[in-house]
C-alpha cells in the first residue's frame, strides 16, 4: 500500500508542476526559454537518491548551510522529510520533468489552427487553454500521469533513505530489504515480490494506453510553429515564479549538499574557518572503493552506451523500413525496449539475478557477482532511452537516398556505413550520451547487483550515506553532479548538429 500511495499521490503532484512549467515554455512569450528548459531537466538527471541526500542535507537540524545562516531547526527536532509527505514531495520534484518532456513535446506538435481561429475570435488565453488546448493535451497528461507514477513505482534512492527511519516501506524497498536479510527463502521472496512490482507497472501501462486511446483527438493539418502568447505585464512575475521554482527545486539542495560536502564533520556550520575540501580529496585520491566505483561506473555506462547507441540505429531503421515485415520487426523491438524501460529497475535486476546465478549453459562461466552482470541490465534497462532520438532522426530521412543506393547496387551493410549512419549519428551520439547520463550515477538497477570490488557511483553513494559517512556521501554525490551538468552541457553543444527536438531543452 505505501507503493501504490506514494506513487499516486507524487504523480499527481509531478503533474501538476510539469504541466504547468510545460504550459508557460511551451505557450508564453517568456525570455530564455532554453536556459530555463535546461535548469528544469536538471532534477530529472540528478541520481534520486542523491536527490534525497541533497534535500535531507538542506532541511535537516544538522544542515550545515541552514546553520551558517543561523535557520537551522533545534538540534534533536524530527527532520521534516521522515515521512510520507516528505517522500511524495521528493518523487514528485524528481518525476515532475519527465511530465514537463512529455507535454512540452505534445504542445510542439499541436496545429495552430483552432488556436488561431479562437484567438482571433477574442477568446483569452485562460479560455484558449481550458477549451482548445487542455482537451487536446488530454491523452499527453494521462501518459505523463502513467509515466511519472511507473517512475515513483520502482524508485529506489528516495524511498530507501526517506522513509526506512519511518518505517514507510515500499516494494523496491522491501525487495532490497530481504536480499540484505540472506534467509533460505530470499529468491523465492525476491521474485515474489518483484513479479507483483512488474504486474503493477505493466498494468499503470495499458490503463494508459485504454484511457489514451478513449480521450484520442482527430486532427487535421500539419504542426505549425508554436504558440507565443504574449503575457505583458505579468511576464515579469512569471518569470519570477520559474526561478522560484528552480531556486527551490534545484539550487537550495545542491547549495546544501555542496555545504555538507566542504565541512569536516556533519553537523558543523560553514563558515570560512571550517571550510574544507578534505572530503573531496578522500574521495578521489585516497579511497579505494570510490576510484574503483568511478572506474567501474565509467566502464560500464560507457560501454552501455556505445553498444546501444549501434544497435538503436539497425532497431530504428528496421522500424522506419517500407517492408513491412521488416517494419515489424523493428516495431515489435521497440515495443520491447519501451516496456522494460517501463519495468523498475529493481525487477530486472531481479530477473537478472534469477537468469545467472548460475553458470552460463556449456561455457561454464558465471557473470554473476561480477560487472558483466550489470553491463548486461544496462543494455535492458536503458535502450529505449538512446532508441527515441534515434527514431526522431529516422522520420525525417528522405527514403529517395537508400533507393538510389540500393539501385546503383549497394548492398545493405555498405548503405548503412555510408548513407543512413553517418545521417543519424548525431542523434545517435546524442541517445549515448543520455544513456551514459542515466547510468552513470544510477542506484536503482545496480543496488541488487554489485558486489565487493563491481561497486558502483550510485552504490557507493548511498553505502555512504546509511553508513553514517555523510560528508563522504556528499562530496562524491557532488562530484558526481558536477559531472552531469558538464555532460548535458557537451550534448547541447553536440545537438547543433543534430535533428531538432533530438535534445529536449534546445528550443
Not at 499516486?8 to 512549467?21: D, E, F, I, K, Q
Not at 536527490?51 to 548551510?65: D, E, F, H, K, N
Request: glycine content about 6%.
Amino acid at each position: 500500500m505505501d507503493s501504490l500511495e506514494s506513487a499516486l499521490l507524487s504523480s499527481v503532484l509531478a503533474l501538476m508542476l510539469g504541466t504547468a512549467t510545460a504550459l508557460i515554455i511551451g505557450l508564453s512569450d517568456v525570455r530564455m526559454k532554453g536556459a530555463y528548459t535546461f535548469l528544469l531537466l536538471i532534477p530529472m538527471m540528478i541520481p534520486p537518491h542523491v536527490t534525497a541526500i541533497a534535500w535531507i542535507q538542506a532541511l535537516g537540524p544538522s544542515s550545515a548551510l541552514l546553520q551558517s545562516i543561523g535557520l537551522a531547526p533545534d538540534v534533536g527536532s524530527t527532520h521534516p522529510l521522515y515521512s510520507r509527505e516528505g517522500i511524495v514531495l521528493l518523487l514528485g520534484i524528481q518525476h515532475a520533468p519527465l511530465v514537463f518532456l512529455v507535454v512540452l513535446a505534445a504542445l510542439r506538435s499541436l496545429p495552430r489552427e483552432m488556436s488561431d481561429a479562437a484567438l482571433v475570435s477574442g477568446a483569452r488565453p485562460a479560455r484558449l487553454l481550458r477549451t482548445i488546448i487542455l482537451p487536446l493535451l488530454a491523452p499527453t497528461l494521462i501518459a505523463g500521469y502513467a509515466l511519472a507514477f511507473v517512475s515513483a513505482l520502482g524508485n529506489f534512492g528516495i524511498p530507501a533513505l526517506l522513509g526506512i527511519p519511518v518505517r514507510y516501506t515500499t516494494l523496491p524497498v522491501l525487495i532490497w530489504q530481504r536480499l540484505a536479510s540472506f534467509g533460505p527463502s530470499v529468491l523465492t521472496d525476491m521474485a515474489v515480490i518483484a513479479s507483483l512490482v512488474a504486474v503493477i507497472a505493466v498494468f499503470a501501462v495499458i490503463v494508459q494506453l485504454w484511457l489514451s486511446s478513449r480521450r484520442r483527438n482527430a486532427l487535421i493539418g500539419l504542426p505549425q510553429p508554436p504558440l507565443d502568447i504574449s503575457l505583458g505585464r505579468a511576464r515579469p512575475w512569471v518569470e519570477a515564479g520559474l526561478m522560484s521554482i528552480i531556486l527551490a527545486t534545484l539550487v537550495l539542495p545542491l547549495s546544501a549538499l555542496f555545504a555538507t560536502a566542504l565541512v569536516p564533520t556533519y553537523g558543523v556550520p560553514l563558515t570560512l574557518e571550517t571550510a574544507t575540501f578534505e572530503n573531496f580529496a578522500e574521495i578521489l585520491f585516497r579511497q579505494s572503493v570510490t576510484l574503483r566505483a568511478f572506474w567501474n561506473s565509467t566502464l560500464v555506462a560507457g560501454g552501455a552506451a556505445a553498444i546501444i547507441a549501434m544497435l538503436a540505429i539497425f532497431v530504428a531503421r528496421y522500424a522506419a523500413a517500407r517492408n513491412r515485415h521488416m517494419r515489424r520487426i523493428g516495431g515489435a523491438m521497440t515495443a520491447l525496449a519501451e516496456m522494460t524501460y517501463a519495468i523498475p529497475g529493481l525487477v530486472i535486476s531481479v530477473a537478472f539475478i534469477l537468469a545467472f546465478i548460475n553458470p552460463l549453459p556449456l561455457l561454464g562461466i558465471s557473470v554473476y557477482n561480477t560487472l558483466a552482470i550489470i553491463f548486461l541490465a544496462y543494455l535492458c534497462a536503458f535502450f529505449s532511452i538512446a532508441l527515441k532520438p534515434v527514431n526522431a532522426a529516422f522520420l525525417q530521412l528522405d527514403p529517395a537516398l537508400d533507393e538510389a543506393a540500393r539501385v546503383a547496387g549497394a548492398k545493405f551493410f555498405r548503405r548503412m556505413m555510408t548513407i543512413t549512419v553517418p545521417l543519424v549519428a548525431p542523434a545517435a551520439a546524442s541517445g549515448a550520451i543520455l544513456v551514459f547520463l542515466t547510468a552513470y550515477n544510477e542506484v536503482t538497477v545496480s543496488a541488487l547487483l554489485w558486489s565487493s570490488g563491481n561497486e558502483t557511483i550510485g552504490t557507493t553513494i548511498f553505502n555512504y550515506e546509511d553508513g553514517g559517512y555523510t560528508t563522504l556521501a556528499s562530496a562524491m554525490a557532488a562530484v558526481t553532479v558536477v559531472a552531469t551538468v558538464f555532460l548535458m552541457a557537451a550534448l547541447d553543444r553536440l545537438s547543433r548538429h543534430a535533428p531538432p527536438g533530438v535534445v529536449p531543452w534546445r528550443i
